[in-house]
């Protein structure tokens, strides 16, 4: 997905970012695989989070294949334009990284087990970039919902700081902070690699284990609404 973007590595300010539009991206009502909704009004034992981790096709992919999450549809966070379109992200002058909304039954799944796949399925260390796919939408980001996911995210943080560091990795970039906006991506984006198996996927972790229980929590299957 790389060579669609001009490899900018710095975030536009506001005042710099592309205008955007009013109107929200059209996608499909239901989940490709598992029919459920992409869109809310969500189960109401059902909580949501939202990981950025690279080229959102691979990511994507790995949260819809983890029992007990209802959906997962992907996007663009964290800039500042309204309602992008890809090419515009792709420039960099929107500010956004490409996500997943993860919904979930935190009775089924925990948010900390949501936390593990996130830091083990890719390298948080890399800042604008992931491997080969360079700029400021392929950074690596957590945005939170709540302040039990917040407090959870940092904690989850500094325990694989220490693994990493150990194993010789630098300092983790991920951007932690309360969710802004979430933009639905085009319609074509959705369950990318289930409708095209043999597409590009791009994610790739460390090898380096992120600690069980890693956020601290005595329960590692508490519910986090």
Not at 52 to 61: K, L, P, S, Y
Not at 181 to 200: D, I, S, V, W
């Amino acid at each position: 997905m790389a060579w669609f973007g001009r490899h900018r590595t710095t975030i536009p300010s506001a005042e710099e970012a592309l205008p955007g539009r009013a109107s929200a991206m059209p996608v499909p009502e239901r989940h490709f695989l598992n029919g459920n909704p992409l869109h809310p009004p969500f189960p109401d034992r059902c909580a949501t989070a939202v990981f950025a981790m690279g080229c959102f096709w691979g990511a994507e992919r790995i949260f819809w294949q983890t029992p007990g999450v209802f959906t997962t549809a992907v996007g663009y966070a964290g800039g500042s334009t309204p309602n992008p379109d890809y090419d515009e992200v792709c420039s960099g002058m929107t500010g956004h990284t490409e996500v997943v909304l993860v919904v979930f039954d935190p009775g089924e799944v925990s948010y900390d087990a949501l936390l593990r796949i996130f830091w083990e399925n890719h390298d948080p260390t890399q800042g604008m970039r992931q491997g080969n796919d360079v700029g400021t939408q392929y950074r690596s980001a957590i945005f939170t919902s709540d302040d039990g996911q917040f407090e959870a995210a940092l904690a989850s943080r500094d325990a694989y700081q220490h693994q990493l560091g150990a194993a010789g990795y630098g300092e983790i970039t991920t951007e932690i902070r309360p969710a802004p906006p979430f933009y639905y991506a085009e319609h074509y984006h959705q369950q990318y690699l289930a409708k095209n198996p043999m597409g590009y996927c791009g994610i790739s972790g460390t090898g380096v284990s992120c600690p069980a229980n890693s956020s601290g929590s005595v329960n590692a299957d508490r519910q986090v609404r």
